[in-house]
């Protein structure tokens, strides 16, 4: 599967933004699909997944309750909104996809990535 992010851009602490993943190639809803952040200088770390279906979404504790993940299989697109978005939520998004039957939280159980879409917070 090849998967292609978008979405990124120049926001205001406190406003919102979509990141959209499109995936090609067969058999999107088989994937559990991810998304991660990479900030300058930091590891990639986790920030939500959701299950093939869409019906288990799992959420990162620094963006709970802010960023919703979303996906809709019919589009082969995952999304994530972005709300009450702050300085600390600037990096470089990317979308991820794995064969698993659960949804896996780690960069390590990814197998395909996407590039990243560089959001930037200003404060």
């Known amino acids: 599967v090849q998967l292609q992010a978008s979405g990124g851009g120049l926001v205001q602490a406190g406003g919102s933004l979509r990141l959209s993943c499109a995936a090609s190639?067969?058999?999107?809803?088989?994937?559990?699909m991810g998304w991660f952040r990479q900030a300058p200088g930091k590891e990639r770390e986790f920030v939500a997944a959701?299950?093939?279906?869409?019906?288990?979404?799992f959420y990162a504790d620094s963006v709970r309750g802010r960023f919703t993940i979303s996906r809709d299989n019919a589009k082969n697109t995952v999304y994530l909104q972005m709300n009450s978005l702050k300085s600390e939520d600037t990096a470089a998004y990317y979308c991820?996809?794995?064969?698993?039957?659960?949804?896996?939280?780690?960069?390590?159980?990814?197998?395909?990535w996407g590039q990243g879409t560089l959001v930037t917070v200003s404060s």
């Open positions: 959701i299950s093939r279906g869409g019906g288990v979404p």
């Open positions: 991820a996809a794995d064969l698993s039957t659960e949804v896996v939280t780690t960069t390590r159980s990814y197998d395909w």
């Open positions: 190639g067969r058999s999107f809803g088989s994937y559990v």
